[in-house]
C-alpha cells in the first residue's frame, strides 16, 4: 500500500486540481488514503447508492424487477444515456432501468428510478450505510434553481457503500450479487480499465486475468472512477474522486492509477 502512495501521490500531483482516493484491499485489509473525507460534486457515482436504495426497495417487496416503467416526455433529459432518445410512453422493466443508470450512466432512466422510489428513501440509504460525509439532495441534470444543495461524496463514504456491496452486507447477498454484475457491464472503459492488459487469453475456457465492477462520474473538471478490482486471489476496492482538473488528463490519471495497481498486485503473486 505504501508503494502505491507514492505512485499515485506523484500521478495526482502532476495532474493538479484536488483528488480524492481511497485504496482497501478487502483480503489483506490494508487502506491507503488521499484527503478521504475532502468533498467533491457527486457527478454520476451518486448513482451507487441510488441502486442501492433500489434494490432495498426491491427487497421490502415495494415492486418487483419486471414490472415496468413508462417514459415520459417530462421525464427526459440530456447528458449520457439512450433513453432521452426514446418515444414517451415506452415502457422498461426496473431492472433495465437500473442497468442503464449504471452502465450507461443514463441520466433520464435515473431520475425514474429516483421517482419510483422518492428522494427521501436514497437518504436514508446512505445514513444507514453511514455515509456521513455525503448527501443526496437532486434529480440530476433538472437541478432547481432554489435547492438544498449539490450532490456530495468523499472517497471514505464511497469506498463504505463499495464494501457493503463486495462483502454481501447490504440488503441480500442476491441484491449485492446483481449489483455487482451490473457494474461489471459498465461501457465507459476510459478510466481505472483503460490501460490493463486484455482480460482473457486466446484459449478458450481460460480464466480472466482481472475483473472490475466500477461506475464512473463525469462533470466539467470533475473526473471519477469507483469500484472493485478482482486480480487472482485479490480484492481491491479503489475510490478515485477529483475536482477542478483537466478532464482528459484526469481520465489519463486514473487510467494510469489503475494500471499501477494491477501491475503492483500481479507482481505480489
Not at 141 to 160: I, S
Request: negative net charge; glycine residues 8%.
Amino acid at each position: 500500500m505504501n508503494q502505491w502512495g507514492e505512485q499515485i501521490t506523484k500521478h495526482i500531483t502532476e495532474a493538479g486540481g484536488t483528488w480524492g482516493v481511497f485504496l482497501e484491499n478487502i483480503t489483506t485489509n490494508e487502506t491507503w488514503s488521499h484527503l478521504p473525507d475532502e468533498k467533491f460534486n457527486a457527478a454520476s457515482i451518486i448513482k451507487i447508492p441510488i441502486m442501492m436504495a433500489a434494490f432495498e426497495a426491491h427487497h421490502q417487496g415495494e415492486f418487483a424487477m419486471e414490472d415496468q416503467l413508462k417514459l415520459r416526455a417530462e421525464d427526459i433529459v440530456g447528458g449520457a444515456g439512450v433513453f432521452q432518445h426514446m418515444s414517451p410512453g415506452t415502457k422498461f422493466t426496473v431492472y433495465d432501468t437500473i442497468m442503464m443508470m449504471i452502465i450507461q450512466s443514463d441520466n433520464t432512466a435515473t431520475n425514474m428510478i429516483i421517482d419510483l422510489i422518492g428522494k427521501q428513501r436514497i437518504q436514508e440509504t446512505m445514513q444507514d450505510l453511514g455515509l456521513k460525509d455525503s448527501m443526496f439532495y437532486n434529480k440530476l441534470v433538472t437541478q432547481p434553481v432554489k435547492r438544498e444543495g449539490v450532490n456530495t461524496l468523499t472517497a471514505r463514504d464511497v469506498n463504505t457503500a463499495l464494501k457493503a456491496i463486495a462483502k454481501g452486507t447490504y440488503t441480500s447477498v442476491y441484491a449485492c450479487q446483481h449489483m455487482i454484475d451490473i457494474m461489471k457491464r459498465q461501457q465507459d472503459r476510459f478510466r481505472l480499465p483503460a490501460r490493463l492488459p486484455n482480460q482473457s487469453s486466446d484459449t478458450i475456457g481460460s480464466l480472466e486475468k482481472w475483473s472490475l465492477a466500477h461506475k464512473t462520474g463525469t462533470v466539467s473538471g470533475v473526473v471519477h472512477d469507483t469500484g472493485i478490482l478482482y486480480v487472482r486471489d485479490q480484492e481491491i476496492l479503489v475510490t478515485i474522486l477529483s475536482k477542478e482538473v483537466d478532464n482528459y488528463n484526469g481520465m489519463l490519471t486514473v487510467a494510469d492509477i489503475g494500471l499501477d495497481i494491477y501491475n503492483d498486485l500481479i507482481e505480489d503473486n
